[in-house]
């Protein structure tokens, strides 16, 4: 892909640096020697690090997913055809039991949608409709608006609420403390006789960029329209009813929500040489939302995952136990792969390891994060520092993921996630931003080697990793 | 306008940041002892950084500009609206003379637009037209595409151009080495048969960002329709043929070239108490590109300009010479204000003392560059140290403005332009995301200063400042 990569990168870089590059610590928490059982494993870590740094292989075939399939929501035709394109590749890498694991998935559509200010004066709104969210009337709506920063202030103000638009304001503070706002501020609103609301995208401030992602409508409240606006036109929003002007907004959705469609998870895996019906998972998610390429959301984490496989198979290191790709559908609104897993494999859940699912991009590595016993917790510590060299021998105090933590959570399976230098991620997250030019190529092939030492050496070790 | 200005900087900075915050350095090219005669504008220097650091009164008129009126291209309502609302505030604030001189500019209207790839699988493209393109046919048009990144690789190519759509891939490599291509790359694709142009957006990659401004179509090409795209969309087209794959694009563009309209330019003045047929021009452009706000590009040059004049008059500093503020009229596809200005005060070219113009956004400020004699240059040093205080002393080896050049050139008058560090203006220039909360209050405030304390010296110093 001739020199371009890593030039698009440095640009990217210096506009998005948030902070220092990271340089992985492996401080007093790691073992400060090398455990003598992983004495065996060194050779075959070497072996896949040297692999998966020798080229740019894994952001190719990303390349390739996203340039040829784009964007994957639950529904589309797209994320059928990235489906199809992953069971061809992954059989055409000679990887084994691929196939593909029905689900029936929902099928939200967002269509045409706009939104702008008309009082004060007139400004468009750079806007994404929220995933799931109802249609407006076919002619749009036209209202009164309150801007709050918060859930306090919306009941404060409870009065001024009735057939108004609400606007939330809250400043992005990490994404589990603002998300609230996407996910429960339309039926918060509703309740008090909103008609609509706009929610400050959850993310970092960018450039006029607003971020998509779920919503939930209650049971007990009624269902309004619901988008998300670019943090420069909350604030000036705010501005605005700072000054005691009165806000006039328009609101035009065609969102519908149709019914549900078959989609699949795709599977495939190395088989173990000794205990075969023994699983280690490791895993991303395929579908995406519907803007941007869903490229670090989660394509990566589909092919960094993958390439773990491919290597293994490569270099012809196939460990005692089975190592299984999963490829999760409908991870961004319904999670239904995931829990349709569980149901699916319920006879085999006790076999299961350890699950790994990486979504928090393909940035550069700081190690995985685990949830498990304190003595599976120190064995992983000890395969860790086989990753010391590339910077990566961290290990996070939580593990998991949307997709395998049903699983998880209902047979007590350790869960692993690859943990990355995420300070970018929340600012190109389901934007049209996420596009594969924000990541580089030797980052993510340095998470390829983190994934694959991990589920090799835990699919090979002697012993089973402790529940 | 409560605690948000300062929050949001935060944000945007952490975001944008390309730089450590700079640090302006009185270095060996600074005279090492405030001159004698400089004594005398001790205070009245001190009252002027002092009354423009007191608070954020050019961020709150800055936001009123934004927030009432928005974006301001030549021809539309929204220009007439700023002017009405500059001269209505001028008069306000007490500025004498006020008053409109009338320019007729260049009416574009840039109208729907879009662009998508068609094969080899469908994607749309992040696109904005250029100004001054004509339209495409009304059911748009769609043809082969062929990535070049320069042009001589358009011109090795000249044979495989014809009826097609050329996309140009420059990167970014700074403002003016770059600029080229937008300016220029319609006609001289053109001349080899293509049909339409998209150019890679010329600024910092961004987050699917275009960048807008004109183009010129030169009089011996055909004239085609063009228009920039985001980075990342030029980037996926140059690695789609990279791996030979067929290109196919639409182009569909409403924009159309209607006669000239009036417009104005804005003045105001403080007048001189000893001089006042002798001038000093203190100037940003009104006008902007109709994405976006046009903050700092340009309405941050004309507040912290006319805030100079502001916080004479309510300081009761009145210099010996005349200070004229001048807000241009149609900089951004035109410059038939500079121009304009340049034909009516013709006769009184000659009694320009300086001419400055406040262009490059109104971050950080490194001082002042300023185009003139040696001997001047040593004066505008030694006036630069009374701004050492606020770190803004330096003096660059370059003054002027797109605006204020056809004056000066015409009349040797010496230049100015206010210097700032312009590290994040290329990631917004021409953007929608040119609004308010990308530059910080406190940071514009001391750009007040630099051109308040320039002004009066300047206008007041007993000597007037040798051509």
Same mark, same amino acid.
């Given at each position: 892909?001739a020199? =371009?990569?890593?030039?698009?990168?440095?640009?990217?870089?210096?506009?998005?640096? @948030?902070?220092?590059?990271?340089?992985?610590?492996?401080?007093?928490?790691?073992?400060?020697?090398?455990?003598? /059982?992983?004495?065996?494993?060194?050779?075959?870590?070497?072996?896949?690090?040297?692999?998966?740094?020798?080229?740019?292989?894994?952001?190719?075939?990303?390349?390739?997913?996203?340039?040829?399939?784009?964007?994957?929501? &639950?529904?589309?035709?797209?994320?059928? *055809?990235?489906?199809?394109?992953?069971?061809?590749?992954?059989?055409?890498?000679g990887?084994?039991?691929?196939h593909?694991?029905?689900?029936?998935?929902? #099928? /939200?559509? *967002?269509? #045409? %949608?706009?939104?702008?200010?008309?009082?004060?004066?007139?400004?468009?709104?750079?806007?994404?409709?929220?995933?799931?969210?109802i249609?407006?009337?076919?002619?749009?709506?036209?209202?009164?608006?309150?801007?709050? *920063?918060?859930?306090?202030?919306?009941?404060?103000?409870?009065?001024?609420?009735?057939?108004?638009?609400?606007?939330?304001?809250?400043? =992005?503070?990490?994404y589990?403390?603002?998300?609230?706002?996407?996910v +429960?501020?339309?039926s918060?609103?509703?309740?008090?006789?909103?008609?609509?609301?706009?929610v *400050?995208?959850?993310?970092?401030?960018g450039?006029?960029?607003?971020?998509?992602?779920?919503?939930t409508?209650?049971a007990?409240?009624?269902?309004?329209?619901?988008?998300?606006?670019?943090?420069?036109?909350?604030? $000036?929003?705010?501005?605005?009813?700072?000054?005691g002007?009165?806000?006039?907004?328009?609101?035009?959705?065609e969102?519908?929500?149709?019914?549900?469609?078959?989609?699949?998870?795709?599977?495939?895996?190395?088989?173990?040489?000794?205990?075969?019906?023994?699983?280690v998972?490791? &895993?991303?998610?395929?579908?995406? /939302?519907d803007?941007?390429?869903?490229?670090?959301?989660?394509?990566?984490?589909?092919?960094?995952?993958?390439?773990?496989?491919?290597?293994?198979?490569?270099?012809?290191?196939?460990?005692?136990?089975?190592?299984?790709?999963?490829?999760?559908?409908? %991870?961004?609104?319904?999670?239904?792969?995931?829990?349709?897993?569980?149901?699916?494999?319920?006879?085999?859940?006790?076999?299961?390891v350890?699950?790994l %699912? &990486?979504?928090?991009?393909v940035?550069?590595?700081r190690?995985?994060?685990?949830?498990? &016993?304190?003595?599976?917790?120190?064995?992983?510590?000890?395969?860790?520092?086989?990753?010391?060299?590339?910077?990566?021998?961290?290990?996070?105090?939580?593990?998991?993921?949307?997709?395998?933590?049903?699983?998880?959570?209902?047979?007590?399976?350790?869960?692993?996630?690859?943990?990355?230098?995420?300070?970018?991620?929340? @600012?190109?997250?389901h934007?049209?931003?996420?596009?594969?030019d924000?990541? +580089?190529?030797?980052?993510m092939a340095?998470?390829?080697?983190?994934?694959?030492?991990?589920? =090799?050496?835990?699919?090979?070790?002697?012993?089973? @990793?402790? $529940?």
């Amino acid at each position: 892909m001739a020199d =371009y990569p890593r030039r698009l990168f440095l640009q990217s870089l210096a506009m998005l640096a @948030l902070t220092p590059p990271v340089t992985a610590i492996s401080a007093a928490a790691q073992p400060s020697e090398t455990a003598a /059982w992983l004495e065996a494993y060194r050779q075959p870590a070497s072996r896949l690090i040297g692999a998966a740094l020798a080229g740019h292989a894994a952001w190719r075939r990303l390349a390739d997913l996203t340039d040829t399939v784009g964007n994957r929501l &639950s529904g589309s035709e797209r994320l059928d *055809r990235a489906i199809a394109w992953a069971v061809a590749n992954l059989k055409k890498d000679g990887l084994e039991n691929v196939h593909t694991e029905p689900v029936m998935v929902p #099928h /939200w559509v *967002r269509g #045409h %949608e706009e939104a702008a200010i008309v009082a004060p004066a007139p400004h468009h709104l750079a806007m994404l409709g929220l995933g799931g969210s109802i249609a407006t009337p076919p002619a749009g709506l036209e209202a009164e608006a309150i801007v709050v *920063r918060n859930f306090g202030e919306l009941d404060a103000r409870a009065g001024q609420v009735d057939g108004r638009i609400v606007v939330f304001n809250e400043p =992005y503070e990490g994404y589990g403390q603002t998300v609230q706002y996407r996910v +429960d501020g339309a039926s918060r609103a509703a309740r008090h006789g909103a008609v609509a609301v706009l929610v *400050r995208s959850v993310g970092l401030a960018g450039l006029r960029t607003p971020h998509t992602g779920y919503l939930t409508y209650a049971a007990d409240a009624p269902k309004i329209p619901a988008a998300a606006i670019a943090a420069e036109d909350a604030d $000036r929003l705010q501005r605005m009813q700072d000054r005691g002007e009165h806000l006039v907004v328009q609101l035009k959705m065609e969102a519908r929500m149709l019914p549900d469609v078959p989609s699949a998870n795709v599977v495939a895996e190395l088989r173990g040489r000794e205990r075969p019906e023994e699983i280690v998972v490791v &895993s991303g998610h395929l579908d995406s /939302w519907d803007v941007g390429d869903g490229a670090s959301d989660d394509g990566g984490g589909c092919i960094v995952t993958w390439e773990a496989l491919r290597l293994m198979n490569e270099l012809g290191l196939r460990p005692r136990r089975t190592v299984r790709l999963v490829l999760w559908t409908n %991870e961004e609104n319904g999670t239904r792969g995931g829990l349709a897993y569980r149901e699916q494999h319920r006879q085999e859940l006790a076999h299961h390891v350890l699950m790994l %699912e &990486s979504d928090s991009g393909v940035f550069a590595p700081r190690g995985v994060g685990f949830t498990g &016993s304190d003595r599976s917790r120190r064995v992983v510590q000890e395969i860790a520092s086989l990753l010391r060299g590339i910077g990566a021998d961290e290990v996070g105090i939580r593990g998991g993921g949307a997709d395998v933590d049903p699983s998880a959570d209902a047979a007590g399976i350790p869960t692993m996630s690859l943990d990355v230098d995420d300070s970018r991620y929340f @600012l190109i997250h389901h934007t049209e931003a996420d596009t594969i030019d924000k990541i +580089d190529p030797s980052d993510m092939a340095r998470c390829v080697a983190v994934v694959a030492v991990m589920a =090799y050496v835990v699919a090979d070790m002697p012993g089973r @990793l402790e $529940r």
